[in-house]
């Protein structure tokens, strides 16, 4: 066994709990899934040829890790009605006036992508993430960090294409309000 | 000719570019919404930073998991 590829695999535990535990809301359940998920990598160190990052690698066997969790636990399904609830609390009318016009306009966010560089920004991502309704996110996370394709997502939760993008609608919305109070209106991204 | 352009730009509002906007990052918006989008992007400043704040996020959602 090396070392050295154990080594790197123990650096990743961190992220790849931030990233269950959004998912899976559960901390017991979490820790499981990564630890399964490091097992697998050892087991599989052959097959990671180091074409991609030893994270997007771990991700990847994660990402099946916690749909098969999921699956089989079943623990706290995320039934069509949480989502209906969560989808229409409160529909986002506030954000619009009558017409449809922006009842609080985008800001202007300036160069958003010095953000990128700097760990507080993710620090203010991640409290933004936490801030989502718990089905909400977890719809969220399976479309833009385990990157499912939409159908997969609808397949898995059983739910319909329209409800799917009213979820990530609800969640783009949030975050963006999120980010533009916490990071960029406080002047973050130029401190 | 400038309050023409106006006018054809908000024959879709805000509300509803933003969830064509969002939908795009599922599904190739159909040939009809994305020219009535881009009309109204050529007129609406705020719609046009939005646009561009999803993009942000996106990349912003890949670097967290990287």
Redesign the interface.
């Known amino acids: 066994m090396n070392a050295e590829f154990l080594k790197e695999l123990e650096n990743q535990r961190g992220y790849l709990m931030r990233?269950a535990r959004l998912q899976l809301r559960d901390t017991a359940l979490a820790e499981d899934v990564v630890q399964d998920t490091l097992a697998a990598a050892l087991t599989a160190q052959a097959g990671f040829t180091g074409k991609s990052?030893v994270?997007?690698w771990l991700?990847g066997i994660l990402k099946h890790k916690i749909v098969d969790a999921i699956r089989r636990k079943q623990r706290e399904p995320i039934s069509a009605s949480t989502l209906d609830e969560e989808a229409d609390l409160e529909d986002f009318e506030g954000?619009?006036k009558d017409?449809?016009?922006?009842q609080a306009?985008?800001?202007?966010?300036g160069d958003?992508?010095q953000?990128?560089s700097r760990q507080q920004?993710?620090d203010v991502?991640q409290f933004c993430l936490d801030k989502l309704p718990p089905a909400t996110a977890r719809v969220f996370m399976m479309?833009?960090?385990m990157e499912l394709e939409?159908d997969e997502i609808c397949k898995e939760l059983t739910i319909t294409a329209n409800n799917?993008?009213v979820i990530?609608?609800r969640a783009?919305?949030s975050?963006?309000e999120c980010?533009e109070l916490n990071w960029f209106a406080g002047g973050g991204n130029r401190a | 000719m400038k309050t023409f352009r106006r006018a054809i730009g908000h024959l879709v509002s805000c509300k509803d570019v933003s969830h064509l906007l969002s939908q795009a990052h599922e599904k190739p918006m159909p040939w009809w919404s994305r020219v009535r989008v881009n009309w109204h992007l050529a007129v609406c400043s705020m719609c046009r930073a939005f646009d561009r704040q999803l993009g942000f996020m996106r990349e912003a959602m890949r670097r967290y998991r990287q």
Not at chain 1, 99 to 102: E, L, Q, R, T, V
């Open positions: 990233v990052s994270k997007t991700t954000l619009f017409n449809g016009a922006w306009p985008p800001a202007d966010w958003p992508e953000s990128l920004f993710f991502m479309r833009e960090v939409s799917l993008w990530l609608y783009r919305m975050l963006r980010l």
